[in-house]
């Protein structure tokens, strides 16, 4: 059970670390560019029944023109928009009766003859709450406003590229703005953000942000980042700690070293033992010199 953790916080690193080499490549020409460009849109979600793809791309397109994001089919410097609509039904807590909630997310993904300097993929999400059976055009306009602004916004941050700038995106409400800070933090080498990310680690409640935290610190490898991981795994469950385990391991150092060897003989429970020891030695493995 450990390996297949140790699998997951693994692949959580390296998407951050791809991820981040795209934001590094991509920072200079952000800078010279003002605007987006966009090459193609469509729809990637299967077809909603009563609305044909034209239904959803025209309104898209038609918002993107509004923001002065450039349409160039000739380009090959531009991003390709794709569209997913889905429809998801909530109860609205205030009238104890079920509403429709469509959500519109726009992923601008840059065209495969740009991926070696492009700004790296970026997405944005809209929602609204309808009483017909479908969302209008001006509906799904509205949506694409609001996933367009999550993308301007990370456009902005990327452009700005300043520990403040980053910090400031930290307490955004938005997931996709959070994580682009993340992804930004790694690429730019934002150490002094190490305390800061580490204490916003402890408040966090969505698990997925917090190993996406956690993957941020395990790629700076900053030793500030042990005490604070130590910490939290005295709150969580197991299988999370099993997570944060690997994750010191991987930070390393004495401090970890000592934690990792306290809990492999002396923690209650014999798979989060096991998950300590084998974290140990890979780490005990990693320190030996290379004949």
Same mark, same amino acid.
């Given at each position: 059970?450990?390996?297949?953790?140790?699998?997951?916080?693994?692949?959580?690193?390296?998407?951050?670390?791809?991820?981040?080499?795209?934001?590094?490549?991509?920072?200079?020409?952000?800078?010279?560019?003002? /605007?987006?460009?966009?090459?193609?849109?469509?729809?990637?979600?299967?077809?909603?029944?009563?609305?044909?793809? =034209?239904?959803?791309?025209?309104?898209?397109?038609?918002?993107?023109?509004?923001?002065?994001?450039?349409?160039?089919?000739?380009?090959?410097?531009?991003?390709?928009?794709?569209?997913?609509?889905?429809?998801?039904?909530?109860?609205? *807590?205030?009238?104890?009766?079920?509403?429709?909630?469509?959500?519109?997310?726009?992923?601008?993904?840059?065209?495969?003859?740009?991926?070696?300097?492009?700004?790296?993929?970026?997405?944005?999400?809209?929602?609204?709450?309808?009483?017909?059976?479908?969302?209008?055009?001006?509906?799904?306009?509205?949506?694409?406003?609001?996933?367009?602004?999550?993308?301007?916004?990370?456009?902005?941050?990327? +452009?700005?590229?300043?520990?403040?700038?980053?910090?400031?995106?930290?307490?955004?409400?938005?997931?996709?703005?959070?994580?682009?800070?993340?992804?930004?933090?790694?690429?730019?080498?934002?150490?002094?953000?190490?305390?800061?990310?580490?204490?916003?680690?402890?408040? =966090?409640?969505?698990?997925?942000?917090?190993?996406?935290?956690?993957?941020?610190?395990?790629?700076?490898?900053?030793?500030?980042?042990?005490?604070?991981?130590?910490?939290?795994?005295?709150?969580?469950?197991?299988?999370?700690?099993?997570?944060?385990?690997?994750?010191?391991? /991987?930070?390393?150092?004495?401090?970890?070293?000592?934690?990792?060897?306290?809990?492999?003989?002396?923690? *209650?429970? =014999?798979?989060?033992?096991?998950?300590?020891?084998?974290?140990?030695?890979?780490?005990?493995?990693? +320190?030996?010199?290379?004949?």
């Amino acid at each position: 059970m450990s390996n297949l953790f140790f699998v997951k916080i693994k692949n959580t690193c390296l998407g951050f670390f791809i991820s981040c080499l795209f934001i590094g490549a991509g920072f200079l020409s952000c800078q010279k560019k003002d /605007s987006l460009v966009v090459n193609t849109v469509y729809p990637v979600s299967v077809s909603v029944p009563g609305m044909s793809d =034209e239904d959803l791309i025209v309104p898209v397109k038609h918002r993107l023109e509004k923001n002065h994001i450039v349409m160039s089919e000739q380009s090959q410097h531009a991003y390709v928009v794709k569209i997913d609509l889905q429809q998801k039904t909530d109860i609205a *807590p205030s009238l104890k009766t079920a509403h429709d909630t469509w959500q519109l997310t726009l992923l601008f993904v840059p065209m495969k003859q740009w991926t070696q300097s492009a700004l790296p993929q970026m997405q944005g999400v809209g929602f609204i709450n309808v009483l017909e059976a479908l969302p209008s055009a001006a509906q799904i306009e509205q949506m694409a406003q609001m996933a367009i602004d999550e993308i301007q916004q990370q456009v902005r941050l990327l +452009k700005k590229a300043s520990e403040k700038a980053v910090q400031q995106a930290l307490h955004d409400p938005s997931p996709r703005i959070k994580e682009f800070a993340l992804r930004l933090i790694v690429a730019k080498h934002f150490y002094n953000l190490v305390p800061l990310l580490c204490t916003q680690l402890n408040q =966090e409640e969505d698990v997925s942000m917090m190993l996406k935290m956690i993957g941020v610190l395990v790629q700076l490898k900053d030793k500030r980042a042990v005490t604070p991981l130590i910490e939290l795994a005295q709150k969580k469950d197991p299988i999370f700690v099993t997570q944060l385990i690997f994750a010191i391991a /991987s930070i390393g150092g004495t401090e970890a070293e000592a934690y990792l060897d306290t809990v492999s003989h002396g923690h *209650p429970n =014999e798979d989060i033992q096991r998950s300590a020891h084998q974290a140990l030695q890979e780490l005990l493995h990693k +320190k030996q010199p290379i004949n």
